[in-house]
């Protein structure tokens, strides 16, 4: 077993990965990393862990359980790992040495070692001059596909009249696009340089005082993501794969990410996949059985269609900054993102969280809403191949939001209902179980 400094390894097993099968290998006990994350994390962290432990002795009868491996980011990774540095301390240190204190290496590598982890929300400290924690986990474990089901449960309130039409999973590219990070601030010797550059050598004119961003999409970052995307189609029996992007304006990257889609479904997934084109041409638009559908939207239209027509869609695979748009719009229309959970997903390694943020000034009240946690879990049970858990989870949910037992985001929203804790809102889950 290896051995950690500040990480203290439970009893249980670890997941396996078969290379060959090009699956992971779950043993009925296996250890879980988790991250108990900052804000609200600690309390949405703790409500699902209690009920995905719940579900799993009650689906399985005891002959299934989740060891549970804490390590550490965000500011609780500061404590462990940064005693005794104060801020000023920080402020004054390269930025990749504060990176390693509120993600640790010992933490990328547990997750990398156990293969599987789940994590609450973290805050991006101000110090170090370094991007989002959330963006450093999913780039150096290299999680390049950010998977986002989107669905409606009974009794939430939504925005829209029929939120039950949306039923769709978004796989967001991950690791590339401008989340890239690679971009210098206006006056910046390396923005100067590359404004020069860029005018001598093709003739491009930047005004001067501008910030400089690049946005790479690569066709290897986009073919595994769509691959990806096809694969889970197949598997859970899903009708269509959508390429959203904004290829007529970016020709030679969103519009690229089109392209090498295209060819990978014609490459790889000739014998299952049709066009939209042949869909109606030879099938009178009825998806033949053991088929999908492969078609493709500007992002602008699909926006408008999330609202018009959600039902004809079922998995888009996005480039990342489209991706990160349409997750929200489209969590926005199932009653928001305090019920939207997430995986970020690699070849084998995943990282489940929630979309929502710290919700910092709620910390410590005990009031959040800890859904998209508890749907996050649920994800990650589905990645184990333990889907009777999740199923049950989410039957609960849906029973406990039906007998309104809600907490104040949704209370507020159904008026007249007096809202439970978190921990409450856990505990009637579990009794709902």
Known sequence: M??????????????????????????????????????????????????????????YGGRRSISWMEVYAGEVAREVYGEGLSDEDLQSMDAEKVRGIYLPKETLEAIKHFVVAIKGPLTTPVAGGFRSLNVGLRQMLDLYANVRPIFYIKGVPSPVRHPEKMNMVLFRENTEDVYAGIEWPRGSEEARKLIHYLQE?????????????????????????????????????????????????????????????????????????????????????????????????IADNMLQQLLTRPNEYDVLALPNLNGDYLSDAAAAQVGGLGIAPGGNIG???AVFEPI??????????????????????????????????????????????????????????????????????????????
Not at 24 to 49: H, K, L, Q
Not at 258 to 281: C, K, N, S
Not at 406 to 415: K, N
């Open 2 to 59: 290896v051995e950690f400094k500040h990480v203290t390894v439970p009893e249980g097993e670890k997941i396996e990965i078969d290379q060959q099968a090009g699956k992971i290998v779950v043993p009925d006990n296996p250890i879980i990393p988790y991250i108990r994350g900052d804000g609200i994390g600690p309390e949405v962290t703790a409500a699902a862990r209690q009920i995905i432990d719940a579900a799993v002795a009650k689906v």
């Open 201 to 297: 050598e093709f003739g491009v004119k930047i005004r001067e005082d501008s910030g400089i961003g690049i946005k790479p999409i690569s066709e290897f970052g986009t073919k595994r993501l769509v691959r990806k995307a096809i694969l889970y189609a197949l598997e859970k029996g899903r009708k269509s794969v959508t390429l959203v992007h904004k290829g007529n304006i970016m020709k030679y990257t969103e519009g690229a990410f089109r392209d090498w889609g295209y060819e990978l479904t014609r490459e790889e997934f000739g014998d299952v996949i049709i066009t939209e084109a042949e869909l109606w041409e030879k099938y009178n638009g009825e998806v033949p059985d053991g088929k999908i559908v492969i078609k493709d939207r």
């Open 347 to 349: 070849d084998f390694i």
């Open 356 to 433: 929502h943020g710290t919700a910092p000034k709620y910390t410590g009240q005990n009031k959040v809403n800890p859904t998209a946690e508890i749907l996050s879990g649920c994800m990650m049970l589905e990645y184990l191949g333990w889907d009777e858990a999740s199923t049950a989870i989410k039957n609960a949910i849906e029973k406990t939001i039906a007998q309104k037992v809600v907490t104040y985001d949704l209370a507020r929203q159904l008026g007249g209902i007096d809202p439970v804790s978190t921990s409450e809102y856990a505990a009637a889950i579990i009794k709902n179980l």
